[in-house]
């Protein structure tokens, strides 16, 4: 599993260490995607029905745009804690999101079909698990 953190305007947020959903509520969700309208469907209602999300939802075509508009004050990005790397720091933050107390989490699964004797299938989920393990935090 991979924690949330929600990318935040860098001047907005100065000295919070976490937020939550509610005080996110009113500035748009920033979803970034360049896909078909139907995937972003897909992924309003994730962030509305799995993670609690209620604001309005918005898109950016990258994460460097998601992020422009981040620092514009345009809204919020989620993301997992695997892609924290990619914030530019200069202008966001990264804060671990909560849904009022829970801390909200992505989690990993991977499956193969138990036909699948090669030896490289369950040595890949081994590979998976140590590069997923540091993030679960």
């Known amino acids: 599993k991979s924690r949330l953190l929600a990318v935040v305007p860098k001047q907005q947020f100065t000295g ?24 972003t469907e897909a992924e309003k209602d994730y962030a509305g029905s799995v993670l609690g999300i209620k604001s309005r939802f918005t898109v950016a075509n990258s994460f460097e745009e998601g992020q422009l508009k981040v620092a514009a004050g345009q809204g919020f990005i989620v993301i997992n804690k695997l892609r924290a790397g990619a914030v530019n720091t200069k202008i966001c933050q990264a804060l671990p999101l909560y849904h009022g107390q829970t801390p909200l989490s992505q989690h990993y699964y991977a499956f193969w079909s138990k036909s699948q004797t090669k030896r490289s299938v369950p040595e890949f989920a081994q590979i998976l698990q140590q590069q997923f393990a540091p993030a679960s935090n």
């Open 16 to 39: 919070k260490e976490s937020i939550t959903t509610t005080d996110l509520a009113s500035l748009p969700c920033i979803l970034v995607t360049n896909q078909s309208n139907q995937s």
